[in-house]
């Protein structure tokens, strides 16, 4: 089946420093993928969609000046983390839609940032 | 955005016993899909149901979709320890992401 994966798996970094994770597609195009966060215990919330050569689209409460998403090409997306806080300590994940068999998304296996 | 609950939001069983967990959502969908995720790991996706269809089964899995009712149930037959994880639903509405209820934590004791 197709493959995900996201760089890195997880990451400890300092407050106020930034964080890239990119998300790939390995075997198949993707004009648009999802970002995703999860906090303990919780379920997953979607941030924004990254649309391959144009802006991303965020969620109502999610700072697109915060989290910024960059989809260059039609198999990497990738979110950084602006000077993160503790508060943004979650496992992110990212899935992508298969432009051929457009009914099903495929999920990559999250990004734990532990923000100290 | 989440598109409905989850009920319950914890269940606990013996081996051998059936899990039930039904999902509610609130707008018309394509397709309803079941995942699985163990603690502080990744997805893995269990089945999907289209909105055309009302039963599906998968292995040990037996999945009902009411459109009617915005409702679906995911049935898990005859459980083992190593179903204990988290369950969701999660609604496709054709071409955005797919949205994701609150969940249910499944505890099997052996």
């Known amino acids: 089946g197709a493959v995900v994966s996201q760089h890195p798996s997880w990451v400890i970094c300092k407050s106020g420093t930034s964080v890239k994770i990119e998300c790939r597609s390995l075997?198949?195009?993707?004009?648009?993928m999802f970002w995703y966060r999860q906090f303990p215990k919780q379920s997953l919330m979607l941030m924004a969609t990254?649309?391959?050569?144009?802006?991303?689209?965020?969620e109502q409460g999610v700072e697109k000046d915060k989290f910024l998403i960059n989809h260059a090409s039609l198999t990497l997306s990738t979110l950084t983390v602006t000077s993160a806080h503790p508060e943004d300590s979650s496992f992110y994940i990212c899935?992508?839609?298969?432009?051929?068999?457009?009914?099903?998304?495929?999920f990559g296996p999250g990004t734990r940032l532990t923000v100290l | 955005s989440q598109q409905g609950e989850e009920d319950p939001q914890a269940l606990s069983i013996q081996e051998g016993e059936n899990a039930t967990m039904n999902c509610s959502y609130k707008?018309?969908?394509?397709?309803l899909q079941w995942y699985r995720q163990n603690s502080g790991r990744g997805l893995v996706h269990l089945i999907l149901?289209?909105?055309?269809?009302r039963e599906k089964h998968s292995g040990r899995l037996r999945v009902t979709l009411d459109t009617s009712k915005k409702s679906s149930s995911l049935l898990i037959t005859a459980s083992r320890a190593a179903d204990t994880a988290s369950y969701f639903c999660?609604?496709?509405?054709?071409?955005?992401?797919?949205?994701f209820g609150k969940g249910t934590t499944l505890s099997v004791s052996s």
């Open positions: 899935s992508a839609r298969d432009m051929v068999r457009t009914d099903t998304q495929y």
């Open positions: 075997d198949f195009q993707a004009t648009t």
């Open positions: 990254s649309n391959e050569g144009s802006k991303a689209t965020y």
């Open positions: 707008t018309s969908i394509n397709n």
């Open positions: 149901i289209r909105s055309n269809e």
């Open positions: 999660a609604t496709d509405q054709a071409g955005t992401a797919l949205i």
